[in-house]
């Protein structure tokens, strides 16, 4: 081995150019493994799939022809509202859901006065602040619901927030005079909220704070990471059948592998290979897709022969218009990042539609029609009721998980795979054109499913 290393000096000593050569050729091969990187992980969009006329005629319907696409009218995209994170409750809540004061309790001054400690709360962007969680009812059992209970006559949200996060609580309860600590459970679900009135009483020791009452209490979600659902490890015996986890790009897939990893225990597999995904904790991304030791496995695939290979699926939708806009931003910024606007307004955003929007529907159209036992979630439901849905999913998978569990994931249910939604497109990037395309091919979704005695899709999918 020496011998060959002297020779391979000695061959570059004589002929330094031959070395800037290799050195050169090595550095080039590097930088296009390095923007190949970038495409890795993207499923290939078929014929059928570009296509409208192919794939969807066997459902007896003709999908429209995108033709050119122009950006449109200005418009203001308000997007999802944010759960942003802070520490006043009702008592600063309006009638228009605005957060402020009463101006009838408190006048003008005073308003301006909270207007100023609002505004600067946001550009502070207190990370280390709780997030409002409601009002709600004093669960029966007190001491077990809620095991630490300390009094404060002088009653701050400040004071409450820090008590239980000391103890390591990821729950405060604010109940007048009294604090209690503990976690969400089936005692304590956070599931029915009361009107956020019956719990605004003044703070005593922070008259500008609700505090609750004995009856209705404040809660907020500390900062503590509630560990009883962080554990996630490789199945322990491999895997008899293939459950896929199947959804149309910028669906939500990511979302819902964390979800299913933090309710299951165990890791989810992907039919790609993403090293940004593994890096951020999806250690079943490097398993090979058949290896048997992942719970479920992400695949955007939608081909006969693809479908065809699992024994069971999740087949997540969700509405085309925030799905499309999701994966144009992750195609140009990265899975929780967004495209530039010159993106948005160049030639990209209106090809990314015509290739797209009708692979939005032949996605979901060949699941149904080529998928063995399959099992139809809606993101939007999934969102608005994710106990009950994610219970679902949990079940076809065949694993028995606790309420507590669940109630788990509710408190841990972000992650670090959602968007910050602070760049939000001042104008609708759909044209005319692209939504009387979109919404045929919504109603042919809706359908299918309901001709297969499913729900169809939520009623927000259209119109626009």
């Not at 031959?18 to 390095?34: N, Q």
């Not at 009812?137 to 001491?143: E, G, I, T, V």
């Not at 503590?224 to 322990?236: A, G, H, K």
């Not at 090979?288 to 693809?306: D, L, V, Y």
Request: hydrophobic residues 35%.
């Amino acid at each position: 081995m020496a011998k060959l290393w002297f020779k391979f000096q000695r061959y570059f000593r004589r002929k330094p150019v031959r070395f800037f050569t290799f050195l050169v050729l090595y550095l080039t091969a590097g930088s296009l493994v390095f923007l190949h990187s970038g495409f890795v992980g993207q499923p290939a969009i078929s014929q059928s799939q570009a296509s409208p006329a192919a794939g969807v005629q066997a459902e007896g319907a003709e999908l429209p022809f995108l033709g050119d696409l122009h950006l449109g009218r200005g418009f203001r995209d308000t997007g999802e509202a944010s759960n942003t994170a802070r520490r006043y409750g009702p008592w600063f809540k309006g009638k228009d859901g605005s957060e402020r004061a009463k101006l009838g309790d408190y006048g003008g001054a005073w308003s301006r006065a909270l207007k100023g400690r609002i505004v600067r709360e946001k550009e502070e962007e207190r990370d280390g602040s709780a997030v409002f969680r409601g009002c709600f009812r004093r669960p029966d059992n007190l001491s077990l619901a809620l095991p630490v209970t300390a009094a404060m006559p002088n009653m701050s949200v400040d004071k409450c927030v820090d008590l239980c996060t000391e103890k390591e609580y990821p729950l405060a309860a604010l109940a007048g005079t009294a604090c209690h600590c503990g976690f969400p459970t089936t005692r304590f679900p956070l599931h029915e909220r009361e009107d956020e009135q019956l719990c605004a009483q003044k703070c005593s020791a922070e008259e500008f704070e609700s505090c609750g009452t004995p009856r209705y209490f404040i809660v907020y979600q500390t900062q503590v990471q509630d560990n009883r659902c962080m554990d996630r490890r490789f199945l322990p015996a491999k895997s008899k059948q293939l459950i896929a986890l199947a959804s149309f790009p910028g669906a939500g897939n990511t979302w819902a592998r964390h979800l299913i990893e933090l309710a299951t225990g165990f890791y989810t597999g992907s039919y790609y290979f993403d090293g940004s995904l593994y890096n951020k904790g999806f250690k079943g991304e490097r398993d090979h897709w058949r290896s048997g030791r992942t719970i479920c496995i992400k695949t955007h695939e939608s081909g006969q022969k693809e479908i065809e290979a699992f024994d069971a699926a999740i087949l997540l939708i969700r509405n085309p218009y925030k799905a499309l806009m999701a994966e144009f931003n992750r195609k140009y910024g990265g899975h929780i990042g967004f495209a530039a606007h010159a993106h948005w307004k160049g030639k990209e955003w209106p090809e990314f539609v015509r290739n797209y929007a009708p692979w939005w529907a032949t996605h979901t159209l060949d699941w149904l029609k080529f998928g063995k036992k399959v099992l139809v979630v809606h993101f939007e439901d999934l969102k608005r009721d994710l106990f009950v849905q994610l219970g679902r999913m949990v079940s076809l998978l065949g694993v028995a998980v606790r309420e507590d569990r669940l109630l788990c994931v509710e408190s841990q249910k972000d992650g670090n795979f959602k968007r910050s939604g602070l760049r939000k497109l001042e104008y609708d990037p759909y044209t005319a054109d692209m939504q009387k395309v979109i919404s045929a091919y919504i109603k042919m979704v809706d359908a299918a499913l309901k001709g297969r005695n499913l729900t169809g899709v939520p009623d927000d999918y259209y119109p626009r």
